[in-house]
């Protein structure tokens, strides 16, 4: 895996609480997703138009573990 590939921001959806609408989530690079899912850790997303932050659901981990994986 290239250098780039690690440190370039990848982009996942997730579902905002508040609206219900499936908002894009970006700036977290590969690598740091990588941690945060191997180490249990909270993956925050934002919703721009509810200016409202959650943690992503176990589903949407376990679809991003696999995204990951599969690139």
């Known amino acids: 895996m290239t250098a780039t590939?690690?440190?370039e921001s990848v982009c996942f959806a997730s579902m905002c609480p508040?609206?219900?609408e499936l908002r894009p989530q970006r700036g977290y690079t590969r690598i740091a997703l990588l941690g945060f899912l191997t180490a249990a850790y909270k993956i925050e997303a934002y919703c721009?138009?509810?200016?409202q932050f959650w943690p992503i659901?176990?589903?949407?981990?376990d679809a991003l573990a696999r995204?990951?994986?599969d690139r």
């Open 5 to 7: 590939k690690r440190t």
């Open 18 to 20: 508040k609206c219900g």
């Open 67 to 69: 995204e990951l994986v």
């Open 48 to 51: 721009v138009t509810c200016d």
């Open 57 to 61: 659901s176990v589903s949407e981990r």
